[in-house]
């Protein structure tokens, strides 16, 4: 059987779950995954696995543990139960949030969940009026706002985000992405620290002059904070001809990342269809034990199985 390599994607692991995302992860399913690659699968450093993509030493079932952002809850919850398991993950941090600051979609989320209610009037935003007395209205008026926000220009994004968390009244609520400390105690864990740009925009919607200064800055600004090479990175979003392009590719490689990650489903295969600039991702959305290596298995089988939309 051929060595396939199964890059698994990961934002959060909450302490507790949260009712208004049911569906994320929290700590007890992050260990009940942990325990089944450990079993199932075999579990690499995505820098080593790179390499043996390269030299042909890959492991059968070989899987990297990923995580995009830089979320808080990634040294407080996530590391300690990869310490636990002895398990390695790669972190792909957007710099320019660390130390307090908010991704616009968490400022949509935070607006609507604190939201007074019965309906978040967002008209003169050309956003509509959503109604958010229940939770489920909440749950969809997030998913609304999040889709009818996600590809507008970034300025535009970030603009309106803030004026929803202000027509909903909403608090800043808590630090919720890493601090430098958090970052440095990740790194001191042994993890791999990989770049993510700096302000997390989708390539696409920025001119390539502004889009590989992003790119760049994050490198740059990541190797300041842990004073060591960065050569690995994430395309925000990472949906291969519609987040990023072919001129997205050629910059990574011209700032000198030996490898890159997507969010198209499937796994990499050694051999001459390999590129190392855009390597698949995925992570079984299951919680069930049998559906998630049913989930792991149909990955290995085809290169995009459906799936819900990659935030």
């Keep these: 059987m051929t060595a396939t390599l199964s890059i698994l994607i990961y934002h959060r692991v909450l302490a507790r779950p949260d009712p208004l995302f049911p569906g994320e992860v929290d700590a007890r399913l992050f260990e009940r995954q942990l325990r089944l690659l450990k079993r199932f699968y075999a579990p690499l450093p995505l820098d080593e696995a790179v390499h043996r993509l390269q030299d042909g030493s890959l492991p059968p079932r070989a899987a990297c543990i990923t995580f995009d952002d830089g979320y808080a809850d990634n040294a407080q919850v996530a590391l300690p139960l990869l310490q636990r398991h002895g398990?390695?993950?790669?972190?792909?941090?957007?710099t320019g949030y660390l130390d307090g600051g908010q991704m616009w979609n968490d400022t949509v989320i935070e607006a609507v969940r604190h939201a007074s209610g019965p309906r978040l009037d967002l008209q003169e935003h050309g956003l509509g009026c959503l109604p958010v007395a229940s939770l489920a209205q909440r749950q969809a008026a997030i998913a609304t706002l999040l889709g009818q926000l996600k590809y507008l220009p970034f300025a535009r994004r970030q603009q309106l985000a803030m004026q929803i968390r202000r027509q909903a009244g909403a608090p800043a609520g808590q630090a919720a992405m890493l601090s430098t400390a958090q970052l440095r105690q990740l790194q001191s864990a042994g993890m791999g620290l990989g770049a993510h740009t700096v302000s997390h925009p989708i390539l696409s919607t920025l001119p390539e002059r502004e889009a590989r200064l992003d790119i760049a800055n994050g490198k740059?600004?990541?190797?300041?904070?842990?004073?060591?090479?960065?050569?690995?990175?994430?395309?925000?979003?990472?949906?291969?001809?519609?987040?990023?392009g072919a001129p997205h590719?050629?910059?990574?490689?011209?700032?000198?990342?030996?490898?890159?990650?997507?969010?198209?489903?499937?796994?990499?295969?050694?051999?001459?269809?390999?590129?190392?600039?855009?390597?698949?991702?995925?992570?079984?959305?299951?919680?069930?034990?049998?559906?998630?290596?049913?989930?792991?298995?149909?990955?290995?089988?085809?290169?995009?199985?459906?799936r819900p939309d990659a935030g």
């Design 87 to 94: 398990l390695h993950a790669t972190f792909f941090i957007a």
């Design 220 to 244: 740059r600004q990541l190797e300041s904070l842990i004073q060591a090479p960065v050569t690995l990175f994430a395309y925000p979003n990472g949906k291969a001809g519609r987040d990023y």
């Design 249 to 306: 590719v050629a910059m990574v490689h011209s700032l000198g990342f030996k490898a890159a990650v997507a969010t198209d489903w499937g796994v990499a295969r050694p051999g001459a269809g390999l590129d190392l600039l855009q390597l698949p991702r995925f992570t079984p959305w299951d919680r069930g034990r049998l559906a998630f290596l049913w989930r792991m298995r149909q990955n290995r089988r085809q290169a995009h199985p459906a």
